[in-house]
């Protein structure tokens, strides 16, 4: 099955400052690459997508770039505010099978 | 619209004891999704399915773990009996469909189920 790694862990960074959090996944067929947010007590909530013929996606302070030859895609937040404190989830899905695969997550402290 | 709805938010249940969580998907979603999300880890998918079908249940424990959907809209998921290891957080998620490029993926997340077993 699909095997997805996210990178780093956790992840400190000053207000204003860029975070940058990687993924890489296993199975070639993988065609749609969600990230996602989540907060305390909270369901995961979708911040941005990208699908397998596009290599890069922004959304204002928030893009992402993915690269299917080496198999991996990264979330990039630019000007970081406090309130992007939270665990960000990378999700691999073969839509063809309607599978996801989730990474294990990144916890995000952004520090005024 | 009205989101995912789920119930109860929070449970606490002796070892060996049976508990079901109810999720309510989006109105019109054909696609509904069960995971479990372990502290510390991603959700991890239990079964899908479209409409009432059961896509994917590959990695639904089926010796204690039950899912239903019926009617194709809301759909519960039981445990029974419970072991320690199945603490974690269920999440019901739908999808306005479950696959194709060119189709919409994007899952809704409910708030979740917190199951603690004692």
């Known amino acids: 099955g699909e095997n997805v790694e996210q990178h780093p862990s956790t992840l400190s960074v000053q207000e204003g400052d860029s975070a940058v959090i990687k993924c890489t996944y296993s199975?070639?067929?993988?065609?749609?690459f969600p990230w996602y947010k989540q907060e305390l007590g909270k369901g995961p909530q979708l911040i941005i997508d990208?699908?397998?013929?596009?290599g890069e996606k922004k959304d204002q302070r928030i893009a992402v770039t993915l690269n299917k030859t080496a198999k991996h895609f990264s979330l990039h937040i630019t000007e970081t505010q406090p309130e992007d404190s939270a665990v960000y989830f990378c999700?691999?899905?073969?839509?063809?099978?309607?599978?996801?695969?989730f990474g294990d997550g990144t916890t995000l402290t952004v520090k005024p | 619209e009205a989101g995912v709805a789920q119930s109860p938010r929070y449970k606490i249940i002796e070892k060996r004891q049976s508990v079901a969580f109810w999720c309510n998907p989006i109105?019109?979603?054909?696609?509904l999704y069960w995971y479990q999300q372990i502290l510390g880890q991603g959700p991890k998918l239990l079964i899908q399915?479209?409409?009432?079908?059961?896509?994917?249940d590959s990695q639904l424990p089926k010796d204690r773990f039950s899912a239903e959907r019926l009617k194709g809209v809301d759909s519960t998921l039981k445990i029974q009996p419970a072991k320690l290891e199945d603490s974690a957080v269920y999440l019901c998620?739908?999808?306005?469909?479950?696959?194709?490029?060119?189709?919409?993926?994007?899952?809704?997340f409910g708030p979740g189920t917190r199951l603690t077993v004692l």
């Open positions: 990208i699908r397998s013929n596009v």
């Open positions: 998620a739908s999808s306005a469909s479950g696959g194709g490029v060119d189709l919409v993926n994007e899952q809704f």
């Open positions: 399915f479209q409409n009432n079908g059961v896509v994917d």
């Open positions: 199975d070639s067929a993988s065609n749609y």
């Open positions: 999700a691999v899905t073969n839509t063809n099978a309607g599978k996801s695969t």
């Open positions: 109105s019109g979603h054909a696609t």
